[in-house]
């Protein structure tokens, strides 16, 4: 049997439950939640109940969250993959505003038309992971502030394609044929990775700073502008390749 709604309400979360059936959508009142080791399958998880939540070592299989309220929220050794059907969890709608996922496996996990500004990934399991349409930009007046952090974390094939991800910092991650097809990296810090084999049509790279990082297979033909972009001298030859231009030694 599943913990009652009285029961999450007056322990503030949850241990080793299967929350599969649970309607989170039904919690009342304002603490800050935690769940340690649970599992929840094929369940769809909405509402505003989960603002800072904080969830550890925790299975979600097949699971929807729906226009969820993950403001502040910290995932920590939590897994969304399904191995066995070959399936990510879905974020639709959802405001993960400042939450943080850490050493997670979100393989094939879609993050669909979000609202992800300050978002934070570090040491996570991204293969395949998809951002359509999901939003990195903060209004502040007249101003447009823009903030996600991946840091370690395996982006592999992973689609970023008419993103926003400008000043936006990618520190040591395996980034083997990302897509970042029409996406705005200006003045992005993408140091320490392996960007190779990027997909890079029409994105702008203006200002980026890609000093560390492996460039091979980087196209500058492919790029909409690469002004004042920034690699790393033994990596010059692959970026100028691109453009007919061999680099001998001196």
Not at 190 to 214: H, N, T, V
Request: net charge negative; glycine share 8%.
């Amino acid at each position: 049997m599943p913990p009652t709604i009285p029961q999450i309400e007056a322990d503030q979360g949850c241990t080793g439950q299967d929350l599969s059936t649970f309607d989170f959508d039904a919690i009342g009142g304002e603490d800050e939640l935690r769940f340690t080791k649970c599992r929840i399958a094929g369940n769809r998880i909405k509402g505003d109940a989960l603002m800072g939540s904080h969830w550890e070592n925790c299975l979600f299989l097949n699971c929807t969250f729906a226009m969820t309220d993950l403001r502040d929220a910290q995932f920590e050794n939590c897994g969304f993959y399904n191995s066995t059907e070959v399936k990510g969890s879905l974020f639709q709608h959802c405001d993960l505003t400042r939450a943080v996922f850490k050493n997670c496996d979100l393989t094939l996990t879609t993050f669909k038309g979000c609202e992800a500004y300050d978002i934070a990934f570090t040491d996570c399991q991204m293969r395949g992971a998809n951002f359509e349409t999901s939003v990195f930009t903060l209004s502040a007046g007249r101003r447009r502030l823009t903030s996600a952090r991946f840091t370690d974390c395996r982006l592999t094939d992973a689609l970023l394609n008419r993103l926003d991800l400008s000043s936006c910092r990618f520190t040591d991650c395996d980034m083997v044929g990302i897509a970042l097809n029409g996406t705005r990296l200006v003045n992005a810090v993408i140091k320490d990775c392996a960007l190779i084999s990027p997909e890079l049509s029409q994105a702008d790279l203006s200002g980026a700073d890609l000093s560390g990082s492996r460039l091979d297979g980087v196209n500058l033909t492919q790029l909409r502008a690469y002004a004042a972009m920034v690699v790393s001298a033994s990596q010059q030859h692959h970026v100028l390749q691109s453009l007919g231009i061999e680099v001998s030694p001196d």
